[in-house]
C-alpha cells in the first residue's frame, strides 16, 4: 500500500502556483486590450457616420458635411404637383426690408453683454408638444427668434416638423418674453430643403425683434455669439466664439447650400437660434454641431442672407416659389462600379411631367455638360441650375447609345411640384 502511494505521488502532474503579481499583470492587459478594442469599433462607427454627413447620405443639418466630391445619388425633392400652380399666386404683401429688420450702416460695435440685452428678449423657447387621446406631452424642444412685431418667428424646419408623425399629432408652443406660460403658434410654412420653418404667435403686444445683418461680408475670426434654449431646459443660453469659415458648401436635398462654421458652443436645444456678430445682427440660423471623440467646437449656421427669400415667401404664401426645378435625380457611376461601366453622371429617376422628362431627358442618359459646363459630379448640374431663374432655357448634352444629343431645356418651379 505505501509503494502504491509513492508511485501515485511521483506519476502526478506537478502545477506551479500562480504568482499573484503575474495574474494581475494578465488581468490589466486584457482590460487594456478590451478598451482598446472597443475604441477602435468607436472610431470606425463615427468614420463611417462623418463620411455618410460629408456625402450628403445623413444628416442636417445633422448639416455637418464638410467640402467633399459628391459621388453618390444627387435628387431634387420627389414631390407631386399640386393643383394650384406658383402663377396662380398673388403678388406678395410681405418684405423683410418693410418690416424694418434690416441694419442700417450708421452702426457701432457692442460688447458681449450689450448684444445679449439688445437680443436675447427677441429670442424665445419652441416646445413640440405631442398630442395623444387628450393628452399633452413636450416631445422636442428647439430655439427661434422674433423678426416682426406682430409675431413672425423663424426657427429650422427640423424643430417644428415631424415627417413620421401626423399633423394634428403635435403642436408648436412658444414662450414669448415676460410670458409665464407658452402660447400656441402657428405653422406658417416650411421648407425642408433650407431647414427653414416660420412660425405666427397671436398677441395684442409689440415684440422685439431681432436685426438682420448681411451675412456675405462675415471673415473668419470675426465674434460669434449664439443665444438659445440649450438642451431643450436652459432658455437665454449664452455662448462666444469666433467665425471659423464664413462658408462651407455642401450639397443638401439636391441643392447646394452654404454654412458658416463657428466654434461657439451649440447645444442639443439651440437648433434655429440667432447667431449673431459683434452689432448685435443676426447673421445666421444655428442649425447642427459635429460630436465624435476626434473633434471638438464644429458647429454650424445657415447663413441669414440665404434664406431671406425663403423667409418672405414663406411669410408670403405658406411655401417657397421662384426656385429652380429640374425633376430629375442624379447618379455618380465610377468605371470600377461594374465590368464594361463608362464612369460619369448618369440620369437614375424622372419626376413623372416634370421638366426634365417633359424636355425628352431619358434614364440612363450620361451626361456630358448642361448650358456649356462640362459635368464631372452631381453638384455641377446644381451649381448651373441655381445660377438661373425659373423658366430660363438651358441645353443638356447626353449620351444616348452611344452617341451625343442636344436637349433643351425649360427650368421649372419647385413649387409647382410641392404637396
Known sequence: MENENKETNVDREYIPPVNPKEKKYRTTIMVLFALLLISV???????????????????????????????????????????????????????????????????????????VKKVSPAT?????????????????????????????IVTNQHVVVYESA?????????????????????????????????????????????????????????????????????????????ISSPSREIVRKGYQVHIIQTDAAINPGNSGGPLLNSFGEVVGITNAKIVNSTSENLGFAIPINSVKKVIESIIN???????????????????????????????????????????????GDRIISVDGVEIEEPGDIIKVRDSHEVGDSIDFVVERDGEQITIPLIIGDSADFQE
Not at 460629408?54 to 464638410?66: A, D, F, K, V
Not at 403642436?171 to 433650407?194: C, F, M, N
Not at 445683418?213 to 455669439?225: F, R, Y
Open 41 to 115: 469599433i468607436f472610431s470606425g462607427i463615427q468614420s463611417v457616420y462623418i463620411f455618410r454627413l460629408n456625402t450628403g447620405l445623413e444628416g442636417i443639418l445633422s448639416y455637418t458635411r464638410g467640402i467633399k466630391r459628391d459621388t453618390g445619388n444627387t435628387s431634387e425633392t420627389q414631390k407631386a404637383p399640386s393643383d394650384m400652380s406658383s402663377k396662380d399666386l398673388p403678388e406678395p404683401w410681405f418684405s423683410l426690408e418693410e418690416a424694418a429688420v434690416i441694419s442700417s450702416s450708421d452702426k457701432t460695435r457692442m460688447s458681449t453683454v450689450d448684444i
Open 124 to 152: 424665445v423657447s419652441i416646445s413640440i408638444v405631442g398630442v395623444d387621446n387628450g393628452k399633452e406631452t413636450k416631445i422636442g424642444s428647439g430655439t427661434g427668434f422674433i423678426i416682426t412685431e406682430d409675431g413672425y
Open 166 to 242: 401626423p399633423e394634428n399629432s403635435y403642436y408648436a408652443a412658444v414662450l414669448l418674453p415676460d410670458e409665464k406660460y407658452p402660447v400656441r403658434a402657428e405653422i406658417v410654412g416650411s421648407d425642408e430643403q433650407t431647414d427653414i420653418a416660420v412660425l405666427k404667435v397671436n398677441t395684442d403686444r409689440k415684440l422685439p425683434c431681432v436685426t438682420f445683418g448681411d451675412s456675405d461680408t462675415i471673415q473668419a475670426g470675426e465674434l460669434a455669439i449664439a443665444i438659445g434654449n440649450a438642451m431643450g431646459t436652459l432658455d437665454d443660453t449664452v455662448t462666444v466664439g469666433i
Open 317 to 363: 404664401y405658406g411655401m417657397v416659389i421662384n426656385r429652380p426645378y429640374l425633376g430629375v435625380t442624379m447618379k455618380a457611376v465610377s468605371s470600377n462600379s461594374y465590368f464594361g461601366a463608362i464612369e460619369g453622371i448618369y440620369i437614375e429617376s424622372l419626376i413623372k411631367d416634370g421638366p426634365a422628362e417633359n424636355a425628352g431627358l431619358c434614364i
